[in-house]
């Protein structure tokens, strides 16, 4: 009894405050002696308490909080990109018999300097399947002043395609993170309207609860 109680008292706080939302514009249209309060409507009764009631900008709040999280979990989807560069110098002295042996190749040094250099790039996308491709490119070169006075360079391409082989290829692993988001934001919205409802109602029946106060005080006045 207990439960179907507090079941029918939602049911009905939802049902009042829904009621009370889709005549607003009625009320609207309404003389104001027939809608309460002279020169203040239920309506602005309503508009007053939303407009500023707190608890209704902090649900708001949540709901931006709960999207911004949603658009940060669609992120992982999106195409990644990449890119690095290094650059290394290092100078290594010559024993004795290294320089004599540079000596006689024309080479007067007493160190060997090498430079090297390196580039890369590369692009990832990871598809909500639980696939995920992307190339890379990798740039090297090195000189010296002894062995490679010209120079070596070195260049790789790789494509790696990297797939899930356990049955649904990993799409509820992959995707849990977008969607317990998503189901955030929809109990955040489904929170707020909870709260603005809860508002609407409460607002209605303390304004109606004047009115009827100020009907009794009128007809004792008046007996």
Known sequence: MIVVSAFSMYVSKRAIASGLMSLLPLTLSLPAQTAGVPGFTILDAVRSSVALNPLIR??????????????????????????????????????????????????????????ATDLSAQSNKLLRSGISFGPTIDLTRVTDNLENLGGISRTNVNFEVTIPLLRGRGRDAVTAPERAAAQAVEASALEK?????????STAASYWNYVAALDTLQIRRAS
């Open 58 to 115: 902090a649900a708001e709040q949540d709901v931006d909080a709960s999207l911004a999280r949603k658009q940060q979990a669609s992120g992982a989807f999106d195409l990644n990109y990449g890119a690095a560069a290094k650059q290394g110098h290092t100078e290594t002295p010559l024993t004795d018999y290294d320089h004599a042996i540079a000596l006689s190749a024309g080479i007067d040094t007493f160190s060997q300097s090498q430079n």
């Open 193 to 201: 309207d909870e709260t603005i409802a809860g508002l609407v109602y």
